[in-house]
């Protein structure tokens, strides 16, 4: 049996910007991976403890980094499963609002892993994505429901 699923012609930026976020991923396991490598935390140890973090800047850096990582963890399955809903409607708002995260979300890590936690500000922008793509997903929501009653 097959299943024929339409979806609207500018669909496709939805699922290129969708595809960017393992590649955020990568990013941030790696800046993670390198700076426990200078900070000498070894596994399975999750976080400095915060008397190395006070002594260290490298494990502070350490902190940082893991600490940008488990954020976009926690947000990353709303975003998906948001960007690819809302784009069922509005394709395009969907794909620029998914990029836009991305984007912040580098901004956030690069400057969260700096060491100092008020640079991670510099990509404060992802909240506005992601809070777009929530109200649009929800919109789209309601507005299909609307559609069968």
Wanted: glycine share 8%; hydrophobic share 50%.
């Amino acid at each position: 049996m097959s299943l024929t699923l339409a979806v609207p012609e500018n669909y496709a930026y939805v699922l290129l910007a969708v595809s960017t976020i393992p590649w955020l991923n990568v990013f941030q396991a790696f800046t993670v991976g390198r700076a426990r490598k200078r900070a000498g935390i070894a596994y399975p140890q999750a976080y400095a403890e915060k008397q190395q973090a006070a002594a260290s800047p490298d494990a502070m850096r350490f902190n940082c980094a893991q600490r940008a990582h488990a954020h976009t963890l926690e947000w990353v399955s709303q975003i998906i499963f948001s960007t690819l809903l809302a784009g069922l409607r509005y394709p395009i708002l969907a794909a620029s609002l998914g990029g836009l995260w991305v984007v912040g979300r580098v901004a956030f890590t690069l400057g969260y892993a700096t060491g100092d936690p008020a640079k991670r500000h510099r990509g404060g922008f992802h909240i506005v994505a992601a809070l777009g793509l929530c109200g649009t997903a929800t919109w789209t929501a309601i507005s299909m429901f609307r559609e069968i009653i």
